[in-house]
């Protein structure tokens, strides 16, 4: 019996034993980035020895803005990935960067010494109320003699004189310690908030057939970051290509720095629903309402919070009636992609009353009551929660989207490559950017592109010529609407809107003002008349165009204006003269297109008239 007992203890510890799971930190560096409109993918690749078994991989200092459902890991090696968890560490907050630490130990050496010349300032208050309250010379029964009241006379005025000046001191030195102490603040705000934040990691669980080396790639998106395009267009003369230089405004708070990484631009939003919209049937009768399409994305954001509005993350959210879900994030944001028609949201929380929620727009935010029959039963796993279960199974369940792959890197093109909804730009070197929010310029790729330049104006709105420049084939050139800096005749001329949205065959740049053209509109009042004739009125509008070249070379240019279009047949425009220009009839504008030589003055009229009943009166220009 007593055998029996022994070798059941023995099995027993055995079994215990063999459910530890080794668990191993791995430290990974930043690898490449591939930077969105908003949002960033980061790939991470790391070797990592395996002992034969089972072992949690604990990738750990990551940032704590990473996106769980687009979280991919890919192995290579005689091994089996089992699970994939992302978990928040509030406990290890993640490292500072060394100017942060620097700023942040001024700023309390700065307190230390305000505190210091406050005490010194409270001290010297008490001696002024002490001599104060001391300044009675002698008693009452004590003759005072002339020497002694003027020693005493000139020993309070004395100390008087030195603790005021002091006190003059103290406040100066009080008041550029302030200042410092504001600059040094309004330094620290412009690189991070002044919030801890949680240490990101990811757990993958591995199981080795051997003692091996395995070879590790994550990846995830992250937020906090995002580029924009801006341009830079350079011309030298009417003569001349246009060169464009096309630039990405990086800029990441990710709280992790990028260093010496594999940088990538991409046009995509991954934030922008990819889901098509749908039409719903028309149904007319008296009684109904067309149908009405109020969410403009199949995306829906928003926030949970407790009843004393404190973020919930771990939060389960699932589209009512599917499998479709996702999680509240560390500060309780979520985001989900709905299919179309789908009405419901179902917020659930162990712990908390579950809720479910009509989706009205695109931000829907959530308040979770406790429940307090089944809060004793919480522990907190992560950054989530769940009811009491082992490590192993706490792994085994995944965040909803991870993808686990088993497969070697796949080597990304170094040039641009134009996708079928997305256009990515690598950039040649390894490029570093700092977690401090701040603006990094990268220059992507510059274009030499041949230009017809015209100038363009409407004299009739304002006088001033405007520079344009005609790009063809500008669609192969993969441009994103955006701003650009002009620079004509290596002068900074000002900014103009790049916007390839509406562009058609041409594209078109306004390369700003040019006061070496000059343009007159006047109107001629010796032939602007009005008179009857029969049962009609009729008026004569004359206006004088002059056009002056004051550059040194021949321009090309277009002017525009316009006659008035009638729509009653009892008024009648007709145009009497336009010196030679294009007519449109429908709308009424009139075009010259014209060239003119250095110094030469143009002059062009217009001149129509109006005819209308006498007994009405029309407002002519």
Not at 119 to 129: A, F, G
Not at 583 to 597: L, M
Not at 600 to 613: A, C, D, G, I, Q
């Given at each position: 019996?007593?055998?029996?007992?022994?070798?059941?203890?023995?099995?027993?510890?055995?079994?215990?034993?063999?459910?530890?799971?080794?668990?191993?930190?791995?430290?990974?560096?930043?690898?490449?980035?591939?930077?969105?409109?908003?949002?960033?993918?980061?790939?991470?690749?790391?070797?990592?020895?395996?002992?034969?078994?089972?072992?949690?991989?604990?990738?750990?200092?990551?940032?704590?803005?990473?996106?769980?459902?687009?979280?991919q890991v890919k192995a290579s090696g005689d091994i089996t990935v089992l699970s994939v968890n992302h978990q928040q560490n509030y406990i290890d907050k993640l490292e500072k960067q060394q100017e942060l630490l620097d700023l942040e130990s001024k700023f309390q050496g700065l307190e230390n010494k305000i505190n210091l010349e406050k005490?010194?300032?409270?001290?010297?208050?008490?001696?002024?109320?002490f001599l104060q309250e001391n300044r009675a010379i002698g008693g009452k029964n004590q003759e005072l003699s002339v020497t002694n009241l003027k020693e005493a006379s000139n020993f309070y005025s004395t100390k008087l004189t030195s603790l005021k000046l002091k006190e003059i001191e103290i406040n100066n030195r009080l008041h550029d310690l302030y200042k410092s102490k504001s600059d040094l603040d309004n330094q620290i705000k412009t690189i991070t908030s002044k919030r801890d934040f949680p240490?990101?990691?990811?757990?993958?669980?591995?199981?080795?057939?051997?003692?091996?080396?395995?070879?590790?790639?994550?990846?995830?998106?992250?937020?906090?970051?995002?580029?924009?395009?801006?341009?830079?267009?350079?011309?030298?003369?009417?003569?001349?290509?246009?060169?464009?230089?096309?630039?990405?405004?990086?800029?990441?708070?990710?709280?992790?720095?990028?260093?010496?990484?594999?940088?990538?631009?991409?046009?995509?939003?991954?934030?922008?629903?990819?889901?098509?919209?749908?039409?719903r049937t028309y149904f007319l009768n008296y009684n109904s309402l067309p149908p009405s399409y109020n969410i403009t994305s199949n995306e829906v954001r928003g926030k949970v919070v407790d009843e004393a509005q404190l973020p919930l993350p771990g939060v389960n959210v699932i589209v009512k009636g599917s499998t479709i879900g996702t999680t509240t994030d560390f500060d309780g944001n979520y985001s989900i992609t709905i299919p179309n028609n789908s009405s419901q949201l179902v917020f659930s929380y162990i712990g908390y009353v579950s809720q479910t929620l009509a989706v009205t727009n695109s931000n829907l935010n959530v308040y979770l009551k406790e429940d307090n029959q089944t809060l004793d039963e919480v522990v907190v796993v992560g950054y989530g929660s769940s009811k009491r279960k082992s490590i192993s199974s706490t792994l085994d369940s995944k965040v909803p989207g991870l993808r686990i792959q088993e497969s070697s890197?796949?080597?990304?093109?170094?040039?641009?490559?134009?996708?079928?909804?997305?256009?990515?730009?690598?950039?040649?070197?390894?490029?570093?950017?700092?977690?401090?929010?701040?603006?990094?310029?990268?220059?992507?790729?510059?274009?030499?592109?041949?230009?017809?330049?015209?100038?363009?104006?409407?004299?009739?709105?304002?006088?001033?010529?405007?520079?344009?420049?005609?790009?063809?084939?500008?669609?192969?050139?993969?441009?994103?609407?955006?701003?650009?800096?002009?620079?004509?005749?290596?002068?900074?001329?000002?900014?103009?809107?790049?916007?390839?949205?509406?562009?058609?065959?041409?594209?078109?740049?306004?390369?700003?003002?040019?006061?070496?053209?000059?343009v007159k509109r006047e109107k001629v009042k010796n032939f602007t008349t009005k008179q009857l004739i029969g049962s009609k009125k009729e008026e004569n509008r004359v206006w004088s165009i002059d056009v002056k070249n004051?550059?040194?070379?021949?321009?090309?240019?277009?002017?525009?204006?316009?006659?008035?279009?009638?729509?009653?047949?009892?008024?009648?425009?007709?145009?009497?003269?336009?010196?030679?220009?294009?007519?449109?009839?429908?709308?009424?504008?009139?075009?010259?297109?014209?060239?003119?030589?250095?110094?030469?003055?143009?002059?062009?009229?217009?001149?129509?008239?109006?005819?209308?009943?006498?007994?009405?009166?029309?407002?002519?220009?």
């Open positions: 019996m007593k055998k029996l007992l022994i070798l059941m203890l023995c099995l027993i510890g055995s079994k215990t034993y063999s459910q530890e799971i080794a668990e191993k930190k791995v430290i990974t560096e930043v690898n490449e980035v591939t930077v969105f409109i908003s949002d960033a993918q980061i790939t991470r690749k790391k070797s990592v020895e395996l002992k034969q078994g089972i072992t949690i991989l604990k990738f750990i200092n990551l940032s704590p803005f990473i996106d769980a459902k687009s979280i005490t010194y300032l409270d001290i010297l208050k008490e001696e002024l109320v240490n990101g990691e990811i757990l993958v669980k591995v199981d080795a057939k051997n003692y091996t080396k395995a070879n590790f790639e994550l990846s995830y998106l992250v937020g906090n970051t995002g580029w924009f395009p801006t341009y830079d267009i350079r011309a030298k003369n009417v003569n001349s290509p246009i060169d464009i230089i096309y630039k990405a405004n990086i800029k990441q708070d990710t709280k992790v720095d990028w260093n010496n990484v594999k940088l990538k631009l991409s046009s995509a939003n991954p934030n922008v629903s990819g889901v098509a919209p749908e039409l890197s796949l080597q990304i093109p170094s040039e641009q490559v134009v996708k079928q909804t997305t256009i990515d730009f690598e950039i040649d070197i390894p490029y570093s950017i700092k977690s401090d929010n701040k603006s990094y310029a990268v220059d992507m790729v510059g274009y030499n592109l041949p230009a017809e330049y015209k100038y363009y104006c409407v004299p009739k709105i304002d006088k001033d010529a405007f520079l344009i420049a005609n790009i063809s084939d500008w669609e192969k050139y993969n441009l994103l609407e955006g701003e650009a800096n002009i620079f004509f005749e290596d002068t900074y001329i000002g900014k103009t809107l790049l916007d390839v949205r509406y562009a058609s065959d041409t594209l078109k740049i306004s390369l700003g003002r040019d006061k070496n053209v000059t004051n550059k040194k070379q021949k321009i090309d240019m277009i002017i525009f204006d316009q006659v008035p279009v009638s729509t009653l047949e009892e008024i009648k425009v007709d145009v009497l003269e336009i010196s030679g220009a294009k007519h449109n009839v429908e709308t009424g504008e009139i075009k010259w297109d014209f060239s003119i030589n250095p110094n030469e003055l143009k002059k062009f009229e217009l001149k129509y008239s109006v005819k209308y009943p006498k007994n009405r009166n029309l407002i002519i220009e």
